[in-house]
C-alpha cells in the first residue's frame, strides 16, 4: 500500500449536485425547487420553523417546568465521597482529579448522604446545614459561610395628621371678619369718591350755564 493508491472508501464520499444546469444536469429545468410557490423563488427562504404563518410546533406543544441552564455549575458531592478521599485538605481541585465532580463544574456541594468518620477540611466548597454538622462532629472544618436571615421588612410608617389648636382656629375665624371689614371700607370709599365726583360734575354745568348768557360773554354790556 502507497500514499498514492489511497482512496476513499466507497460510498463515502458524494459527487457535489450541481442545480440550475438544465433539464440534462439529471435536476430537471427547475432544478429541484418544484414549479412556483415561496420557496421556488429567489430569496423566499423563511426563518427555520416559519409554517407559512400558521401557529408553528415549536409554539403548539406544551411547555412543562422548569429546566435551570445553570444547573449543571453547581456539583453535588455526597459524604460517603469525602470518606473515599485520601486527602485531608479537600478542595474544588482534589474532587476533579479524584474523578467525584466533572470537570465542567464550577463549584460543588456538600449534601447529607452517606456516613463520615475522618476528619476533612474543606476550602471554597459548599454545605449543607446538615453535612456541617455532620463534618464538624467528624472534627473536620469547613470555610463556606453560615447562612443569615433575611432582615424582615418594617412597614412604612403612615403619618398622622396632627388636631388644630384653639388659637389657630380663632385665628382662621378672625380672617374672614377681617376680609368683610376691608370690603365694607372700600365700598364706603368709593360711594364717598362717586358722590364727590357727582358734585364737582354739577357745579362744572351750572358754571358753564351762566357763562353761556349773553351777558357772561366776552365784552357783552353791563
Known sequence: MELN????????????KRVARGIGSGTGK??????????????????????????????RLPKRGF??????????????DLERLKAEKIDLAVL???????????????????????????????????????????????DAPIPQPKPKREPKAVPVSQPQTDGQSAKGEARPEKRAGDAKAAGESKGERGAKEKGEGKDKREAKETRSGPEGKKGGKA
Not at 126 to 139: D, H, L, Q, Y
Open 30 to 59: 427547475t432544478g429541484g425547487r418544484g414549479h412556483k410557490g415561496q420557496r421556488a423563488r429567489s430569496g423566499g427562504f423563511h426563518k427555520v420553523g416559519f409554517e407559512g404563518g400558521q401557529m408553528p410546533l415549536q409554539r
Open 96 to 142: 476533579k482529579d479524584a474523578g467525584v465532580v466533572a470537570g465542567s463544574a464550577k463549584g460543588a456541594k456538600v449534601i447529607v448522604s452517606g456516613k463520615l468518620t475522618r476528619k476533612v477540611a474543606l476550602t471554597g466548597v459548599a454545605v449543607s446545614k446538615g453535612a456541617r454538622a455532620a463534618i464538624e462532629a467528624a472534627g473536620g472544618s469547613t
Open 5 to 16: 493508491t489511497l482512496k476513499p472508501v466507497p460510498g463515502s464520499k458524494h459527487v457535489r
Open 67 to 80: 429546566n435551570s441552564p445553570t444547573r449543571e455549575d453547581t456539583a453535588e458531592v455526597l459524604l460517603s
